[in-house]
């Protein structure tokens, strides 16, 4: 079952992995995010992962967000759980 949006934001479960083209963790804001960066939503109680497209989370949010603070907002639309989410950046693998 695909992560639900509730509001502006979606519900998920999300954790950002550091890769030499992206900054640090805490560091990631919406405006680094480019076409080749795969995210992925983690949830902590279920551990049900699943990916969020870059352009859904830039939606109605200012370039400056960062990742981080989206994480607390999300929630798992499988179990419910709206603490300990993560969101992970890697990179889309070359063709």
Not at 9 to 18: A, F, I, P, T, Y
């Amino acid at each position: 079952m695909p992560l639900l949006p509730a509001g502006a934001l979606w519900h998920s479960c999300v954790g950002v992995e550091q890769s030499k083209n992206l900054p640090p963790r805490y560091a990631i804001r919406l405006e680094d995010l480019r076409a080749w960066h795969v995210i992925v939503a983690t949830c902590a109680a279920c551990r049900k992962r699943t990916h969020i497209d870059a352009r859904l989370l830039q939606h109605r949010r200012p370039p400056y967000t960062r990742l981080l603070d989206l994480e607390r907002k999300l929630r798992c639309s499988s179990c419910g759980n709206h603490q300990g989410n993560t969101l992970s950046v890697t990179m889309a693998p070359r063709n």
